[in-house]
């Protein structure tokens, strides 16, 4: 698994997660998904999410550590 995070954290692994990321968004950004309702309890955990503080390794990736 700390081979995976190691990879993960490579610069192909950074490109290859931010392509992924930007396929998804531009997939749920097609107007027959934005056409679809949302459940409401699904929007409020959304917006709660978004309104908490950053968390505070948010730049430096988690504070947990597989090398303890």
Do not use: K, N
Not at 45 to 65: D, E, I, K, M, T
């Amino acid at each position: 698994m700390g081979q995976q995070l190691q990879q993960w954290r490579s610069a192909g692994g950074e490109q290859l997660w931010l392509s992924a990321l930007i396929d998804t968004m531009e997939e749920v950004s097609g107007s027959e998904r934005r056409s679809q309702p949302c459940d409401r309890s699904v929007v409020t955990a959304v917006c709660a999410q978004l309104s908490r503080p950053a968390a505070p390794y948010a730049h430096q990736g988690s504070g947990f550590s597989l090398r303890h």
